[in-house]
């Protein structure tokens, strides 16, 4: 095998003999499932360098795997079968199942009766055309090409989000003869209260519903939690229906790392570890119990920010052949699209996935894409390398700091370089783990809060207490016994009250950040000083009325008067303090 130094561990480990000679030169690999992401990372010659192996290791290594025969293709890897289906049953005969109506927004299904043989999942291709007629005449105004899936037991299904009021018709289209050529119509009717529809970008930086409403992503991370079992989600469902986070991290695939080393009571795909996976055939129940759990976030009006991949894993779900990775995105996709809650994250952590190179990531966003009719919200998540985010397919930057210390600091030149929305997903976690992104306090995590709102990005939530059962909210959800969630949702209502509910960075002093409109509204932030007074000096003929805020205390002082031009305002020589002015004769 043609092999060199420079070789990242994680590609060799993909071909089973070169996995066998690592397995016996790096045990690591095997024994320390949450550090065996780093190894497979590095290259050969940086493991060497890093470890504690005598100087003939990497010649001892790369000696084994040299004398491998070489070997293209990608174990296991599998090919779906063509598009042609014997399907003995008449044109159009399915019985096929769909209501009346559907609210706007909603979700609207089809089920479809149809073949069992062979392996429908790869064997069956099936789809729809939704046409909007509105109002009647039967021209359609517009065409919604859907994809449907199987989901098992004969069953197929074809969801849709319808968007516009009306009367809409529909007609499947698939290579099976029994599913081809079925048609219907059904009403599109007003949406119900609370639903306003997929989250957009709005205003370059921020965002809204369809409807137009503001919307201020406000969220937190569980990445495992509808791996836990009915008990501990329904907490989480309970906790999170009493926090202020209106946006939910979460993984498609269970997780294996530091605190999380339980079995998740379903897998995706038919098989096991041990014998292996068939990547041709999914386990629907593992997927219905998941669209459940989005349907139940939905009902909280929280979205679901939903990770496709990431590298924490022991099942072999992050190193599937390309066709697997990508019959998987399609599958998803037409399972989940029409949740209006629903964002597509490619990775956490996408830099650190070894069996995936920079052009997977483009190919897995082509994907999503084509199959997602709606254009739900997608980014992709780093950790030591930020993505391109100016693809044109990205439609917000998801972002990790990369530095040690410093993280929504850096906001505003985040927001001139992309020119997109910047959500810091992951900026360390309140919490007393001996992991460095796992023990800030609830005041830091705060003022990185603060700091990325007046810098004009929005910040995520994590928590990794430790406790006996080994249930920290970061990964499996349960209850959030932190500090900082009563004061997010205090900082909330600062992002609701600004001037068309948007916060976008002011020029200011270099040391006190600022965030409003000129000469409407201006909210400024002290973070960790604590100053005895602060001199500001605006425009003259504009009065300002002027409140100072505890942003850790959560309180509001409205000093008296008004204030114009050049002017001090005392402060109580604590840190987090925040200033906020209003121009008389306006409201908030």
Known sequence: MLVTKEQKIGRLWLKRAAREVLAR?????TRTPHLSFIYKNMTLADYAASSHADPSWLDRVLGELEALPEA????????????VYDDPAEAASAVILGPEQAEKWGVFELELHGPKAGNPFTDVQLGAEFAFEGDGGGQAKRIVKVPGFYDGDGVYRIRFMPDAEGGWRYRTVSNARSLDGLEGRFLCVSP??????PVRVKNTYHFAYENGTIYHPVGTTCYAWTHQGADLEEQTLASLKASPFNKLRMC???????????EPPLYPFEGSAEEGWDFTRFNPAYFRHLEQRIADLGRLGIEADLILFHPYDRWGFTE???????RYLRYITARLAAYRNVWWSLANEYDLMWAKDPEDWERFARIVTE??????????HNCLEFYDHSKPWVTHCSIQRID??????????WRKKWQKPIVIDECGYEGDI???????TGEELTRRFWEATVRGGYLGHGETYLNPEEVLWWSKGGRLVGDSPARIAFARRFMEEAPQGELNPLPSDWDLPCAGVEDEYRLYYFGFNRPAFREFRLKPGITWKVSVIDTWNMTIEELPGLYEGTFSIKLPRRPYMAVRMVRSGKSI
Request: glycine share 10%; no cysteine.
């Open 72 to 83: 293209e293709a990608r174990d296991g890897q599998t090919k779906d079968a063509g598009r």
């Open 404 to 413: 040690v210390y410093k993280t929504s600091e850096a906001t505003t030149d």
């Open 434 to 440: 001996d992991q460095g992104w796992g023990n800030i």
């Open 192 to 197: 119900s209260a609370g639903n306003h529809g």
């Open 252 to 262: 498609v695939f269970p997780k294996s790392y530091l605190y999380n080393t339980n």
């Open 25 to 29: 030169h790096v045990p690591e690999l």
């Open 371 to 380: 199959n997602d009719p709606y254009g739900h919200l997608l980014s992709v």
């Open 320 to 326: 599937m052949p390309a066709d697997a990775d990508d």
